[in-house]
């Protein structure tokens, strides 16, 4: 005998940006026996205005660091969620940038087999990016990201309001996770004086178009097994290995990105993927961004080991996402060790 199960797996979620009225009107859909927030310290004040309008009654404010992201936050938050009797019909809003929504994306899922819960990213780089799509994950002492799994927030709340406190190279880290989606689609236009200037009504509305094309990805490829959503990693690859060989400490991710954006148009350029006149024109749309320089001592074998331990990476090989031109990307592509170096050596005679 032999039957076949259609099961859908993920929940729909719905993106709200800027109005309290419809975050409301949408979490009351849910019918929620209550609702609590689990939020950045460095947000509480800004938080408020939410809070009030949605009658939040619980809530915890943590002093977020990537640490937090941990076995032992993960056990605390499970803990508060007990004690706040929380059931299958709560509603948890998780407001804070790309380590609260990991965390808490994790806790709402493994709780009861699965609480709702509302993202409500505070950062630019988790407005464009983990805010939506699921994946969540807590690091342990040996690797990041190693423990999670995907679960979809019911709603996404996106504010402007939240940019204002941002430090200058948060909103850096935010425009180089921007950056990336112009590669991946011609739809979606940055200009990197908008970032500088700080223009808050145009970082908004850019914002919105690339969280739109990322849930258009998403809502194909819901647990991320089909390959939609491996476009989304272009520059991806060299900048986990440079957040990973710098201890996380010298780059914010989308500072990393840019860098990896770098050395993806390279690989691209030398395999000829890339034209080398379209290379130059990418290459200097890039140059305005000023970002932590890559340490000199850093050397290519040790980036090319971590990269054999990306995600992407199959049996040890490197598979890049790569770019014939802008909209055209062409998905994991193996990258051999000789060609990882090259480009590495270009990349530090470039920047
Ligand atoms: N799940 C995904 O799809 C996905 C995608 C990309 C990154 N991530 C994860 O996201 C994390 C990085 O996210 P992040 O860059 O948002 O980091 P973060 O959450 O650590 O926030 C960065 C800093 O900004 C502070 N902060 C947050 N909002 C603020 C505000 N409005 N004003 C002032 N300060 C504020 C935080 O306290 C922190 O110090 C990493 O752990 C990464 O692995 C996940
Ligand atoms: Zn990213």
């Known amino acids: 005998m032999k039957n076949k199960y259609i099961i859908k797996t993920q929940s729909e979620c719905i993106l709200v940006q800027d109005d309290l009225l ?14 609590v927030l689990v939020c950045d310290k460095k947000v509480q004040n800004i938080v408020r ?28 938050l499970q803990k508060q969620f007990y004690k706040w009797n929380l059931d299958r019909k709560s509603v948890v809003l998780a407001v804070g940038g790309g380590v609260v929504g990991d965390l808490v994306g994790f806790v709402c899922h493994t709780y009861m087999r699965g609480v709702s819960w509302v993202s409500i990213p505070t950062t630019l780089l988790s407005q464009l990016d983990s805010g939506v799509g699921g994946k969540n994950a807590i690091n342990t002492n040996y690797s990041k990201n190693i423990i999670g799994t995907v679960y979809q927030p019911r709603i996404c709340y996106l504010s402007a309001d939240f940019f204002k406190t941002l430090p200058e190279r948060e909103i850096t880290s ?7 989606y112009t590669y991946l689609t011609n739809r979606i236009r940055v200009n990197v004086s908008d970032f ?20 258009s990805l998403v809502c194909r490829d819901p647990l991320d097994i089909l390959g939609v959503r491996q476009k989304l990693n272009f520059g991806h690859t060299f900048a986990h290995s440079l957040e990973t060989a710098t201890n996380f400490r010298k780059f914010r991710h989308g500072e990393a990105v840019i860098h990896g954006i770098r050395f993806a148009l390279i690989v691209s350029k030398n395999k000829g993927l890339l034209k080398d006149s379209l290379y130059e024109t990418y290459r200097s749309n890039l140059m305005d961004v000023e970002l932590p320089r890559i340490p000199r001592s850093l050397s290519g074998e040790e980036l090319y080991r971590l990269a054999q331990k990306d995600k992407k990476s199959i049996s040890g090989e490197i598979k890049m996402v790569l770019l014939e031109k802008k909209g055209k990307i062409r998905n994991s592509i193996s990258v051999t060790k000789e060609e990882f170096l090259t480009a590495y050596e270009q990349l530090k005679l470039h920047y």
């Open 22 to 35: 419809i975050l409301k009107k949408q979490i009351e859909l849910l019918k929620p026996s209550q609702i």
């Open 49 to 76: 205005s939410i809070t009030r309008s949605l009658q939040v009654r619980k809530s915890i404010f943590l002093n977020i660091q990537e640490s937090s992201k941990s076995i032992n936050m993960w056990m605390q």
């Open 174 to 180: 935010g425009l180089g996770e921007a950056l990336k």
């Open 196 to 215: 500088k200037a700080r223009n808050y009504k145009k970082i908004s509305k850019m914002t919105s178009e690339c969280l739109n094309y990322k849930m």
